[in-house]
């Protein structure tokens, strides 16, 4: 096999490869995208990042002031650098308008809160971003017992200029601050920024197919990934040793989520569009004929057809239609593959995870894909390689994978309520509380640890009502609970006076104290 031309970046491919797989340039894998695709949907709330003199139009009181005025006594005063500018913070505040009965959660478990930090809190050439604005973020953080934050480290930049020479620098500097403020730190690991049947290159990660060919100057893409590791346990030594790193975050896929870049907005999907297979490369392709020919049946070693597009609707093709192909002998043939070929993926990297960070704590993130759920075949899912029609329990394999590991589940969407996505995209027959129920039974019953994080921003009451029933559930006999929960994310909009209250409220209750319910 032929190596990789040099390019930009230091990796690339053959003009005549662009179809087939995709390789990082030191922009390429920033992975703007954002980490879910609810995540996008929001990107309005949260478009010029946590740095409050980016958007300096509106001004509030914010938490930072408040902060320092519980510590010092000083009254807020409007010209701070952190104030968004607006008479006052209610605008930007999130109105309770009504009392709302709640459970009480003094006395409960005890669940860590962290706070991811913004994307871009590393910049391109590997710099801290606005250091001063951000340690003050972090010391409001701090003022309310928030237990830690959450960074991701992002491979195309730290490994940007040639293969195997790590820039830490930036990192350095951030976790020694939040080392000096005694928070924690939940750290991902960052590979993601695969050809789809279009001739259209995904960029947003590498494809599996290459998980284990020799086509990255003279390395796998597991190897890679693993020499990016240990160069981060080695450099970070004294931050495990000491307990600052908590948790480590394996990036499988898009957005850092075990799942195939099924539903990119930059290929034109929108929501509730039911995506499309991505398994269009040269190599999954070869594997897909391997396969077929090792069932005895070389003629089942091909990509369905009758799929529809990225904005489909499950009725409108005759694959994923209720008794469409998705359920006939070729269908569970090729569903079967395309998902071993993702769980195949995420084995692989977490064993290589787990021997780079022996001892510590990691995790993966699954995406919360629930429009769609409420009917037979989950096209959505499906797409995305979650083999989860109504007779087939797709997560029980992703459970069993990650406990083979000891690896946390991180899921997605726990704000979300089903009546809410009824009336806001009734066309969608989306099911979050059900999807929540079904990933929580499927961890619990192999006994896996399960931690969460909004999918969504969110700022309400409500909001985090529901976060805390799913945390704490009271049907439950067992008395189980998330693991942790991470915040998304770290905002203008959260520091504001009214929201940082609600927000420290939450996290008291999630620690399992008592707070009135007038508060």
Not at 3 to 26: D, E, I, K, M, N
Not at 224 to 246: A, K
Not at 378 to 399: K, Q, R, V
Request: hydrophobic residues 35%; proline residues 5%; aromatic residues 12%.
């Amino acid at each position: 096999m032929p190596q990789p031309a040099p390019c930009a970046g230091f990796y690339s491919v053959p003009l005549g490869r662009l179809p087939v797989v995709s390789f990082p340039t030191s922009a390429s894998l920033r992975c703007r995208a954002l980490r879910s695709v609810e995540d996008r949907r929001s990107v309005r709330l949260r478009s010029a990042s946590a740095f409050p003199h980016l958007i300096c139009h509106r001004r509030c009181h914010s938490a930072i002031s408040i902060a320092k005025f519980n510590q010092f006594g000083d009254k807020p005063k409007g010209d701070s650098s952190f104030f968004m500018e607006n008479d006052d913070d209610d605008k930007q505040a999130i109105d309770v308008s009504q009392k709302i009965e709640e459970r009480c959660f003094a006395g409960t478990s005890y669940i860590p809160v962290y706070v991811m930090l913004p994307l871009d809190v590393i910049d391109n050439q590997g710099k801290l971003a606005y250091p001063e604005i951000l340690l003050e973020q972090l010391r409001a953080l701090k003022s309310i017992n928030v237990d830690g934050v959450m960074v991701d480290c992002w491979w195309g930049i730290v490994e940007a200029s040639a293969p195997r020479i790590y820039n830490w620098g930036g990192y350095k500097q951030l976790f020694q601050i939040v080392r000096q403020l005694k928070l924690k730190l939940q750290v991902v690991m960052s590979f993601h920024e695969c050809g789809d049947r279009e001739g259209r290159r995904n960029t947003e990660c590498l494809s599996w197919g290459i998980d284990r060919m020799r086509i990255l100057h003279g390395r796998t893409a597991v190897e890679v990934y693993f020499d990016y590791m240990r160069s981060f346990r080695v450099e970070f030594d004294e931050l495990f040793e000491d307990g600052t790193i908590s948790e480590l975050q394996i990036g499988l896929g898009p957005c850092g989520e075990l799942r195939y870049p099924s539903y990119p907005a930059k290929h034109g999907w929108r929501y509730p569009g039911i995506g499309e297979f991505q398994c269009y490369d040269a190599y999954l392709l070869k594997s897909l004929r391997d396969a077929a020919k090792a069932r005895g049946h070389p003629l089942l070693g091909k990509v369905p057809q009758n799929t529809g597009s990225y904005n489909s609707q499950p009725h409108e093709t005759g694959f994923f239609r209720d008794g469409g192909h998705y359920d006939n002998s070729y269908g569970r043939f090729f569903l079967g593959w395309y998902s071993k070929i993702l769980i195949d993926h995420g084995d692989v990297v977490l064993s290589l995870a787990k021997l780079a960070f022996e001892g510590s704590l990691i995790s993966t993130k699954i995406s919360g894909i629930h429009w769609w759920y409420k009917t037979a075949s989950h096209a959505a899912e499906l797409t995305a390689g979650f083999y989860n029609p109504c007779n087939c329990d797709g997560y029980a394999s992703i459970a069993s994978m990650l406990k083979k590991h000891d690896a946390t589940l991180n899921f997605t969407c726990v704000e979300l309520r089903t009546l809410n996505q009824q009336a806001d995209f009734p066309e969608a027959l989306a099911d979050p509380e059900g999807l929540v129920w079904q990933v929580l039974n499927a961890a619990w019953d192999v006994s896996l640890p399960m931690a969460s994080e909004n999918a969504l921003p969110c700022y309400d009451r409500d909001g985090y009502n529901k976060i805390l029933d799913n945390a704490k559930p009271l049907s439950d006999p067992d008395g189980r609970h998330l693991s942790s929960f991470t915040y998304l994310r770290l905002s203008p909009v959260l520091m504001c006076s009214h929201n940082f209250k609600e927000f420290s409220r939450f996290v008291q209750r999630m620690h399992g104290e008592w707070v009135p319910n007038s508060c």
